[in-house]
């Protein structure tokens, strides 16, 4: 019988293909599931729409929920007038309707209990639940202060419990998005711009002209509006550079891929500085009027020659030179790109400043075909009471540290739980929304020690991730698909609005996010800071402030609204003043120097893996979120677990083999807990291997996604900090291969 | 009318998002589906080569398929689209075994099922579920009879491959390179 196999064989030319998606041959037999007795299409007039917009990842485009007259969410559709899809929305957004149909869902309030030395979770009422979180809290805020309790949050939930954090006297509310992923170009964005990049980012790859990606492999993130345009960008023939140890399906659609070296890209940059200022090709114009520092970057960059690169990249200087001219010849419109995850290497404030530099020498920053100045509509708020002052914040527990981190860091809060002796008081407290934080912290073992010095930790989330093994009170709250939150105002070309409305009820016992912070709030005595007795009255209210109503919004899901800030782009000639201290932007860094840092980016070498150890890189697929996706049904069924990437003279070392179980075990001798399968390609350097982030669940409440796959996460124990900001740099950790089930010996 | 898709091998990002739309739109059960990526990989690093393709039935002009189906439930309709009659397949596997695209499947209540090119949207003046939903616009459709449809269009001026050629399907996948 002909399989998907051998189907691929006759199609491969060469070594090493791989097919996504599904076989039907081959997985005839696992199917038990879901033997669905009516196939037949539904039409789309047989089903009624519901406004929503995705909460599958960050991006957050607008959709419709259609619900057939069963009362059965069928699919989810992109909204066509939300600039973030454009009505064509990603394979996350796509099969969102998993998250809802997922049976392993949390189903109600849990709460600890320990019973002769042993710990297990007992169903609870809602009251019940959240009036013991509320005498937990209280207890630790008269004992220790409410700044003792921290929010990790990820998500439209997260702001009503921000709401509620505030109002309860801690200002100590993070998410991972800042340290452990965009943190430093935020930091780097608002040294040299003023501003930060923000999301979606205001890249105009819809007119650009030369699209650099350094590292960032869109296409796999699925950022979705970027990705889009991305594609128009190659039918328009825009030149693609791509910088990527690894051959990114990006790099793969890119005029140049540079192979680089990896952790060596800030000497590239540089390099790129060098040539496009020493053979004039910056844009002279703008960098007169805006900029700030020029003449010391010129005396900077005056040895960091493409030669000087080349022996450090890998990357040949005729290489370089032509990379930088193609950008020269397409200014101002041209990107290069900020990225989105870069916490790598721990000097990646000062990488993402050569990013930041380079953009201004070319003249993007404010140009088509560059960043475009985004705009977000301003929805007024409700008068709510003052929050009470904070006597302390989390950046007390690093005295004289990371103060242009603009936001808090989740990693420095987690290490700022485990007690010392020299810090006066620890975090006792986590209320954690929507992040599973043991796979989105580095370092897994710290993050759970982390856990096992709070006194109290309540876990609000859809899903039992592992971090919900952790609580003492579990929170299950609904899906995107069955709640109403707050009006999404995320910045664009121009300002729009998107609603979420619930396209059916809460399955099971969950509740919306809005609801349980108000109800604890109300429990705590502070529920004049949720000043409506129902979610709608407040969207109601605040949509007809501004001309609109909760009755329209419901009909359209997304509304435009005129621009107030001014033209898209800088207007020739146009006198900008910039949030710097200069006014300009800024080359040369006065931030930095007054903190003490390079004020010009200086590349500085990094280890280098040890003998028969590897880099471990990690990066995204386009039908996951992080961890938070891996046992949704649908997406499950496109991508089970993750591979480890080898390229095939290392495989030929190892004697490894396409598809044969390794384990792997980093410097530390940290082992995976579950092996990884193997995938040959050419596609790596010999000097790393890739894997997908956000597989390995350990817990096997996740029935699909236990133990499939590795969590790069646990193998991240060489976590290098960026001084100026606080970021987790990760790509400092080296592995090595396994092959036989390690030993306990070995996992000690 | 001839109903035909092209994919741009060259904007396609193996997402699989068509795979999910699919499903959603056709009530594939889960571990089944209609269409699939390839990513075929050439050349050794860093001279290396990937070409991304979104694959589904060919609904081929000379359909193995229809020929052998002992039943008559594989048909061709109008537009050339390749249907199975659910009630009228035993699900015996010959249209399987016969189809070099590998584009049918075993539905789990007995019968055999693939890609229907989405006809019933396609009366409503919708195109199909995967075409409307990529994120790339990487899959262009319409009738190769009318010089102004999406998919006369994407071929006039690309040059574009079909696959297994040799098995004299004629095909109507055309893969745009």
Known sequence: MKTR?????????????????????????????????EQESVSDDEMTPYPTYCEVCFWKCAGWTYVDKKGEIKKIIGNKEDPHCNGRLCPRGTGGVGMYSDKDRLKTPLIRETKNGKSYFRKASWDEALDLVAVNLKKIAAEHGPECVALFNHGSGGKFFGTFLNAFGSPNITAPSFAQCRGPRETAWIATFGEGVGSPEPTDIRDTNCLVLIGSHLGENMHNGQVQEMSEAIDRGATIITVDPRLSTAASKSKYWLPIKPATDLALLMAWIHVAIYEGIYNKEYVEQYTYGFDELKEHVKNMTPEWAYGITTIKPDIIRKTVREMANAAPAVIIHPGRHVTWYGDDTQRLRAVAILNALFGSWGNRGGFYLKESFHLPKPKIPKYPKPTKTWRDAYPGQFKLASLALSSGICDATIPTADRACSFKAWIVSGTNLPLTLPNKANTIEAMSHLDFMVVIDTMPMEVTGFADVIL???????????????????????????????????????????????????????????????????????????????????????????????????????????????????????????????????????????????GRAPMHTFSRTANNHNLWDLKKENSVWINPKVADLWDLKKDQYVWLKNQDGIVSSFPIKVRVTERIRWDSVYMVHGFGHATKKLSRANGHGANDSELITNVMVDPVMGGTGMRGNFITFLKEKPGKEVEA | MRYAMAIDTKKCVGCGDCVVACQTENNVPHGYCRDWIVENVNGSYPNVEIELRSERCNHCDNSPCVRCCPTGASHI???????????????????????????????????????????????????????????????????????????SKALKNRKWKVLAPEAGTKPQLYFLT
């Open chain 1, 476 to 618: 299950p709250e609904c899906t995107y698909l069955e709640r109403y939150d707050l009006i999404r105002t995320s910045p664009h070309r121009e300002p729009y609005i998107a609603l979420r409305m619930p396209a059916v009820k809460p399955k099971y016992d969950s509740k919306p996010a809005w609801w349980i912070a108000k109800t604890l709030a109300e429990k705590m005595g502070l529920g004049d800071y949720f000043p409506y007795d129902d979610i709608t009255d407040l969207l109601d209210w605040q949509l007809k402030q501004v001309g609109s109503s909760l009755e329209e919004m419901k009909r359209i899901g997304v509304k435009k609204f005129d621009r107030e800030s001014g033209g898209l782009y800088f207007q020739q000639g146009e006198e900008v003043e910039f949030n710097t201290p200069t006014g300009k932007i800024e080359l040369f860094s006065n931030d930095l120097a007054a903190e003490g840092f390079d004020p010009i980016p200086v590349y500085k070498p990094h280890p280098e893996p040890p003998e028969g150890f590897y880099r471990l890189i990690y």
């Open chain 2, 77 to 151: 309709i109008e537009g050339g689209i390749v249907k199975v009659t659910h009630n009228e397949c035993i699900g015996c596997g010959a249209c399987i075994q016969s189809c070099p695209y590998d584009a049918r499947y075993s539905h789990p209540d007995g019968y055999v099922d693939k890609c229907t090119f989405c006809d019933h949207r396609l009366e409503k003046g919708q195109s199909t579920a995967c075409v409307e939903v990529c994120p790339t616009n990487c899959l262009y459709f319409g009738d190769l009879e009318d010089p102004n449809s999406d998919v």
């Open chain 1, 5 to 37: 196999r051998d189907f691929i064989k006759i199609s491969t030319v060469g070594a090493g293909a791989a097919a996504l998606g599904l076989s039907p041959i081959t997985w005839k037999g696992l199917n038990t599931l879901n033997a669905a007795s």
